[in-house]
């Protein structure tokens, strides 16, 4: 007879990937073990096993689950019945309350990524491409005449956003949602600015 499925499954399974997430972060995820996670989740290692076969399977669940939402957030926002200044700042402010409270799963992303299988990488590195696409997409539009023909440049003035928007990460970490909100305006006024002078 197959084993129900507990009502509170995706709850443990949340709590086991917020718990792994710290751990990974802290310890480096070569030198976490399933014990290190059971404690930190205050459950048994048996308990963990339940749920993930293996340190890789958590791993990789916790990066696509981290990953796909966020690429799903910023995609999510269009310059449809917005001007794309507009779709811009939305943007870039979405990427900023999306980081809050993820500081341990954005360290993980950057350090564990290439622990985990080819295949693997290439779905992680999947989502990372559809928002540095969408991003690059609203660039372009506000500012065709400066980009058309020069996808060097417009990848360039993407990554550079990015780049902020991860240095707020990196250097305040626990900043609140007021604090994102104002780096989202200072973010977004320079990019635009800066696009007029390119």
């Known amino acids: 007879m197959a084993r129900t499925i507990a009502k509170d499954h995706g709850e443990k399974r949340a709590q086991i990937l917020k718990?792994?997430?710290?751990?990974?972060?802290?310890?480096?995820?070569?030198?976490?073990?399933?014990a290190?996670?059971?404690?930190?989740?205050?459950?048994?290692?048996?308990?963990?096993y339940h749920?993930?076969?293996?340190?890789d399977a958590l791993l990789y669940d916790l990066l696509d689950?981290?990953?796909s939402n966020l690429r799903d957030r910023i995609?999510?926002?269009t310059p449809d019945g917005k001007s794309p200044e507009d779709a811009l700042r939305e943007i870039v402010l979405e990427v900023l309350l999306?980081?809050?409270g993820a500081d341990d799963e954005h360290r993980?992303?950057?350090?564990?990524?290439?622990?985990?299988?080819?295949?693997?990488?290439?779905?992680?590195?999947?989502?990372?491409?559809?928002?540095?696409g969408h991003m690059a997409a609203v660039l372009a539009r506000i500012a065709p005449e400066r980009f058309d023909g020069h996808p060097a440049k417009l990848r360039a003035a993407t990554m550079s956003v990015f780049g902020m928007l991860n240095w707020f990460y990196m250097w305040n970490p626990g900043a609140d949602e007021a604090a994102r909100?104002?780096?989202?305006?200072?973010?977004?006024?320079?990019?635009?600015?800066?696009l007029q002078t390119l």
Request: charged letters at 25%; one cysteine or more.
């Open 181 to 194: 909100r104002d780096y989202a305006r200072l973010v977004s006024d320079l990019t635009l600015g800066g």
């Open 51 to 55: 749920y993930y076969d293996s340190k």
């Open 108 to 132: 993980v992303q950057s350090a564990g990524l290439a622990a985990l299988p080819e295949e693997q990488q290439k779905v992680l590195k999947s989502y990372q491409r559809d928002m540095v």
């Open 98 to 100: 999306a980081y809050q």
């Open 65 to 67: 689950n981290y990953l």
């Open 36 to 48: 290190m996670l059971a404690r930190e989740c205050g459950i048994s290692k048996a308990n963990i």
């Open 19 to 34: 718990s792994a997430a710290k751990v990974f972060a802290d310890q480096g995820f070569d030198r976490a073990s399933m």
């Open 75 to 77: 995609c999510a926002i």
